[in-house]
């Protein structure tokens, strides 16, 4: 097994060259020192998706030093492996166990990359090589590569053995080391010295007949005082994990024709006349589509290629003779052989880069006919590949098979729901004034959802896509008319449709562990259409009963209109120099943890009844789930509780089960999105926030009646307020004090206790920098107008998301924002001909046709004053806060100021989104005479705004 290694002295300006190295090489394990990474630089952009990368970044570690060093190690994702955190020291060291199987025996080996940056420190050295000596007794062997550092130190060679020995007799630092390699019987295999003759770079090992060489090749620009180095470590019978691959159809190729005919001519009533019940239809109709595909739908080999996608057989035949070459070079190291590698290398290296180009300029040339294969590029370089690694653990359990770690991924994800057990208390619901017993289902209205369905998207369980069902709408609308109304009717939902496939997806941290996963619950496409038809009645009956509180899952509502509300009355509150303490609640898993028996008498409550609640118990009854990874699959577990994930009917169903929440809070008042719950009130004395935390204890009775869980260590209480000394006040729930914060990320937005949103601010400019240096970096090569895409859909979507919320007043942070796009367009005018980057911002504004973004956060605020003046949005809290100039005469002019926010008395009450969107208004009233927010569509009101700040659609 070969380990390359190489100090590369930073990696963030030559990610491109690395990343088509890389390419070319077949090692199973690549350890690079001083990365000089950090966050805002993804290990896709140089690493390709063969690989499993642990980094750890120097803004990680506590080095005195903001920049420059870290390590990384890559480990082929055939090899079982797992980052150790807890084994990491205050040195920039970064330990990986890597599971190798030798002659049958599963050995444990602790790989280790450290870099000690000069001038070498006695104290940080001594704690390193007492970590490892206390690492070395855990594992059966050991390896450890880096930059230690340590020039004082001369290294003589054994002639018959491979590894080295230190000579050093005074240096403190020298002895230490010495001592450490006798004492755990470790060997030294560097001997390739640097331009200096000496060796910072060591590499330690208990292998015995391990031999450091010098690479063929090179996968980064080499640094003299670091040569780069490659550790053979000899070892047999080594078995990794790969993929299991099987053939799947190609729906695009179907006989579409042929197998319209042949369902055509189906007696569907005939066929259905002997099923006892809607899962004989259901499954009738499944094994004749079965039948159907396997007769008129060719197979494809889903094998995933070893190669990047860019790779062409020439290349990869070139490849190939490469690795011939290179294997006969070490191993008869003749000098004629690596002469011939080198040409060969070379050649192999253009034809590589060429392949890269010509690759990218497809993508961006088919933009438009296929934009989901650009896409998927930039998200492959942003998020890396979405392959699981060869070891997972979880808790205490690890597995290191496809199997086995299927299913260790399915006993977490069924840990997360409960099954009602004992006599529960259903809450007291208030009933409905409307009812709803039966629903009915029209050929037409199925006709109608085909169309819309998505012929892109994947088949559930039962194996028929979505492009079938559209391809086959007019024969099958028929069969499905017959079941899904015999569904209602009966109050059963077929079983065979309450199946989902499960796709573990990462969300953050260490790749290794399950915990860091959520589910992605695939589903039958004909349970979704049937969902899709179903949806729409059910919202249009729910939805008159939801409360106002409620931003989540409802048409014209959002995180911002959520935000809107909930600001504009905390600035009036504080403009009025009083105080508002808010209490922040999280639910562990709320969509999980449902009862299904309290929601049932919760839709009874809402006027569900007979057949129809029926249906709902049926749907939500035993849905089983299975989950699958590299081609394995686990057990079926079945979901006890929870709304269905990857539903339509999902989303109103859990708003109506969180509905009657607001009646457990009777001192405050409450707004919610979805399950993010927070609780507010004025507090000026102490039975002000004794009412608070009553509110809190009725909240936390509410979860204990509906089977609810608050985690309060995600909980906080913040008190906003621009009092100098504010009134002091302590929150519990449950037996645990709730912290107390200056400022908390809501829906997005950072708040903080004077609602400044300077530190939203500083963090939208900070993360928006980061992603506009992978923009430049990863664009090389495009048109600017595909660089203003890639602008546009990922810096830019960042400094505007909810900008109506914390449009900036002062001069500095509106400059700071626009620096952004300033910086963006320099970069454009740089790379591309017909403007010079020393062009002012205004001329580059105006040659690349983008507006300033202060500019577009005044389009975004009228556009959505017009919303919520004509009722859009249905937030009518929001409309008390506006007031209408009335005349009591009618005027002769028109009038100047015909809007106004409410009255203020301070900055922040004069700078509120109210008020600042009704002085916008009245400004754009003045210049274009014929606009009327009351009389113009949105259309027609949108079309004059962008017209007069001269903003191309």
Known sequence: MDIYYQNVRGLRTKTNEVLLDITQTNYKIIVFTETWLNASVCSSEFMDDRYVVYRRDRYSSSSLKSDGGGVLIAVSRDIPSSRVRNWETDCEDLWVIINININNHIRKVALCAVYLPPPANSVSLANFLDNTSNIIDLVDDVILLGDFNLGCINWISQNDHNYMLPLCDSDIQGCSLKDFICVNNL???????????????????????????????????????????????????????????????????????????????????????????????????????????????????????????????????????????????????????????????????????????????????????????????????????????????????????????????????????????????????????????????????????????????????????????????????????????????????????????????????????????????????????????????????????????????????????????????????????????????????????????????????????????????????????????????????????????????????????VNDISLAIKHSTISLFADDVKIYRLVSSHTDSTLLQSDLDNLRTWCITNRMILNPEKCFHIKFTRKKVPYPSCYKLGATTLKEVNKIRDLGITLDSKLRYSSHIDDIVKKSAQTLGFVKRNSKGFHYSTKILLFNSLVRSRLEYASSIWNPSYLVHSQRIENIQRSFTRHLAYTCSGISHRNSYNQRLAFFKMPALKTRRKVHDLLLFHKLVNGRTGCCDLLLHFSVSVPFNLPRRPIAKLFRGPFSRTNLGTQTSITRMCNEYNVVCGAITDIDVFHDTFNCYRTKILQHYDIKT
């Not at 060429?354 to 961006?364: F, G, P, T």
């Not at 998200?379 to 392959?387: A, E, I, M, N, P």
């Not at 259903?426 to 409307?434: F, H, R």
């Not at 959002?558 to 609640?585: H, K, P």
């Open 187 to 657: 060997y030294q295999f560097n001997n390739i010295p640097n331009c200096d003759n000496k060796m910072l770079d060591l590499v330690l090992s208990t292998f015995k007949e391990s031999k450091v060489i010098h690479p063929p090749e090179l996968i980064s620009r080499l640094d003299s005082k670091h040569p780069n180095l490659l550790l053979n470590i000899p070892l047999l019978n080594v078995n990794n994990l790969h993929s299991k691959h099987r053939d799947d159809y190609n729906f695009f190729k179907a006989e579409y024709t042929k197998i319209n005919s042949d369902l055509c001519k189906i007696d569907w009533t005939e066929r259905f006349k002997f099923c006892n019940n809607v899962d004989d239809m259901a499954k009738t109709l499944n094994d004749t589509l079965q039948d159907v595909i396997k007769a008129y739908v060719p197979k494809r080999k889903s094998s995933k290629s070893r190669h990047p996608p860019w790779f062409t057989k020439s290349l990869i035949r070139l490849k190939l003779e490469q690795d011939k070459l290179r294997q006969r070079y070490m191993r008869y190291n003749n000098p004629r052989d690596k002469l011939e590698y080198d040409i060969l290398r070379s050649r192999c290296q253009k034809l590589n880069n060429k392949c890269y180009r010509d690759y990218k300029n497809r993508l961006e040339s088919n933009i438009r006919e296929n934009p989901k294969a650009f896409w998927r590029y930039i998200k492959d370089k942003r998020k890396g590949s979405s392959s699981i690694p060869a070891t997972m653990f979880m808790n205490q359990s690890s597995a290191n098979t496809g199997p086995d770690i299927a299913k260790l991924f399915a006993n977490h994800f069924a840990s997360m729901y409960t099954r009602d057990t004992g006599n529960i208390q259903l809450p007291d619901v208030p009933c409905s004034g409307q009812s709803l017993g039966s629903l009915s289902i029209s050929k037409e209205e199925i006709l109608a959802n085909i169309k819309k369905l998505d012929i892109y998207k994947g088949a559930g369980p039962d194996g028929v896509p979505p492009i079938f069902i559209k391809r086959c709408g007019s024969a099958l609308a028929l069969p499905l008319y017959l079941i899904f109304n015999r569904s209602l009717q009966v109050g059963k939902f077929p079983s065979i449709w309450k199946k989902a496939r499960v796709v573990p997806i990462h969300k953050k941290g260490d790749e290794c562990n399950i915990s860091n996963y959520r589910p992605i619950s695939i589903l039958s496409g004909v349970s979704k259409l049937f969902e899709s038809l179903v949806c729409p009645l059910i919202t249009r009956h729910i939805g008159a009963n939801l409360i106002d509180v409620q931003h989540g899952f409802r048409k014209g509502r959002s995180t911002e209109t959520n935000l809107l509300s909930f600001t504009s009355r905390l600035s009036r509150e504080m403009d009025a120099g009083l105080q508002v303490d808010v209490i922040y609640t999280d639910f562990t898993s709320a969509f999980d943890k449902v009862s299904h028996t309290i929601l049932l008498s919760k839709l009874e409550g809402c006027g569900i009844f007979g057949p129809l609640l029926a249906w709902f118990a049926s749907y939500l009854d035993r849905r089983s789930q299975f989950v699958t990874i590299g081609g394995y699959e686990s057990q079926i577990y079945y979901t006890e509780s929870g709304v269905p994930q990857g539903t339509h009917l999902g989303p109103i169903l859990f708003s109506l089960f």
